[in-house]
């Protein structure tokens, strides 16, 4: 009878622990964390991970990455990739779209068009894991000027895929990486 008791006790503790580890890591990394974002959802993203390391900047605003030191373009997965998705462009009208995916097609069909691309920002998943990066280009297109933003989905195997967007040119409110950084720097209520 006695093992019986000693059995079931183990077995409750065994059952239990992971969700009270759980439930503590969760508490903890909550009331400690600097650098997160919640989206009041239940979703809360946290990078203080990466600023901690020193290689990353958080944009608290956007719940951005940005990596001190802009990361090199995905050369070899972007010729492997034989198709880019067009992503939806909501901030443009119905005109400025089709004239975006135009651009998007005659741009992107030009050889090595992505050898110009620019490292911007990264982006955190639901699990605070890095699973986005975003690259940007500036391109002319009948006349007018085009900021392509090409956003690589890093999948739980590794893969990549791509989608790509365009957004009309303006210099006063265009974001490049040195802006982003910027920003980011100031977006946190503590200093990174």
């Known amino acids: ?21 759980f439930t503590a890591n969760y508490a903890f990394k909550n009331t400690t964390s600097v650098y ?5 959802n239940g979703l809360v993203i ?18 951005r990455l940005i990596n001190r030191q802009p990361l090199p373009i995905p050369l070899a997965k972007l010729r492997q990739a034989n198709m880019f998705t067009i992503g939806s462009m909501y901030e443009l009208s119905a005109t400025d779209t089709q004239l975006a995916k135009a ?13 110009s691309l620019r490292y ?32 690589q989905h890093i999948h739980y195997d590794g893969k990549s895929s791509f989608n790509i967007v365009a957004l009309s040119y303006d210099p006063e409110t265009y974001v490049d990486y040195a802006k982003a950084l910027e920003v980011a720097r100031k977006s946190c209520p503590v200093a990174q």
């Open 1 to 21: 009878m006695d093992y019986f008791r000693h059995k079931s006790v183990w077995l409750a503790l065994t059952l239990i622990s992971p969700f009270v580890f």
């Open 36 to 40: 997160k974002t919640d989206f009041g």
């Open 46 to 63: 946290y990078a203080d991970d990466y600023v901690n390391s020193g290689h990353w900047v958080f944009d608290c605003r956007y719940s």
């Open 103 to 115: 651009a998007i097609r005659a741009i992107t069909t030009q050889p090595d068009w992505y050898e």
């Open 120 to 151: 911007l920002y990264s982006g955190l998943g639901d699990n605070s894991n890095l699973d986005t990066h975003v690259f940007d280009l500036l391109a002319q297109h009948k006349g007018r000027t085009w900021a392509l933003r090409v956003r």
